[in-house]
């Protein structure tokens, strides 16, 4: 069975009573209380101004997510190949939309439709940081986030390397969140390398499983997993919160989901109780 395997540099985080990576991996190692709250999306100020009032919730929470991670990395955000994954795009722009193509005035913002399109957050993300590193857009619905890492790790395999992640899904108004009940906004980032450096956190090695995906011991958290496709990557971030070596499973495809070992560096946590 085919394996990948990378070092995990760096990681940011936001969603759903979870602002940054410090302040979420302290809740998901059981360190601190977690305390519900929507989520919370800063506006892109490495956008020019002119951009910055043209995006959606998606973009925003892309590039807050992917800028946090490539901080931590210590690496320049522009030298980063990208693999972006959603399982959709921006919902409200979605549903601004078909209200206009409902309506009597069927007239199409331009902003609206190029803002509607899948790659729209690595159009932004280029215009921030000025990148021109290859970078990869896709979509797997529930299983995006897997999809995404996979990707991650090919490059960083093929190619040798570092690739930075972002998984991202924001939700939908009504009537749309009926079909697709997406509660809250969740992004989370992070900085993939072909070998270990100073920053490591840790080096994960992925296979295809039949096993269930994991689940979480907290039910708050356990919920947030479900409600949202980005938050598949809950029991991989919760081990590395832990920092300590595991085995996760997280959710992919109908009968394939995709398992995750994970070990510290330099034996970091093995003692542990």
């Not at 190949?81 to 919902?91: I, K, L, W, Y």
Request: include cysteine; aromatic fraction near 4%.
């Amino acid at each position: 069975m085919i394996r990948l395997s990378a070092y995990i540099e760096s990681i940011g985080l936001l969603g759903p009573g979870l602002n940054g990576w410090a302040e979420a991996r302290e809740v998901l190692a059981g360190r601190a209380p977690y305390v519900a709250a929507r989520t919370v999306i800063p506006a892109p100020a490495s956008l020019p101004p002119a951009e910055r009032r043209r995006t959606g919730a998606g973009v925003k929470l892309a590039l807050a997510v992917g800028l946090e991670a490539a901080a931590a990395s210590g690496r320049a955000a522009a030298t980063l190949a990208t693999v972006f994954a959603a399982s959709g795009g921006d919902g409200q722009n979605c549903h601004v939309i078909c209200e206009t193509l409902a309506s009597e005035e069927r007239e199409l913002s331009p902003t609206r439709f190029h803002n509607s399109v899948h790659n729209a957050p690595a159009g932004y993300w280029s215009i921030a940081t000025r990148a021109m590193a290859p970078s990869n857009v896709l979509c797997a619905y529930d299983g995006s986030f897997a999809a995404g890492l996979l990707e991650s790790l090919c490059q960083v395999a093929v190619d040798g390397v570092p690739t930075l992640l972002l998984c991202f899904d924001t939700d939908y108004p009504a009537p749309m969140r009926d079909v697709r009940p997406i509660p809250d906004a969740f992004g989370v980032a992070m900085v993939l390398a072909p070998e270990p450096g100073v920053r490591t956190l840790a080096r994960i090695e992925a296979q295809l499983s039949g096993a269930p995906a994991s689940v979480l011991a907290a039910a708050q958290l356990e919920q947030m997993r479900v409600d949202n496709p980005a938050a598949r990557a809950l029991p991989l971030l919760d081990a590395l919160a832990r920092q300590r070596p595991a085995s996760v499973v997280l959710d992919y495809l109908q009968d394939v989901q995709l398992q995750i070992d994970v070990t510290m560096p330099n034996g970091a946590g093995e003692s542990a109780p």
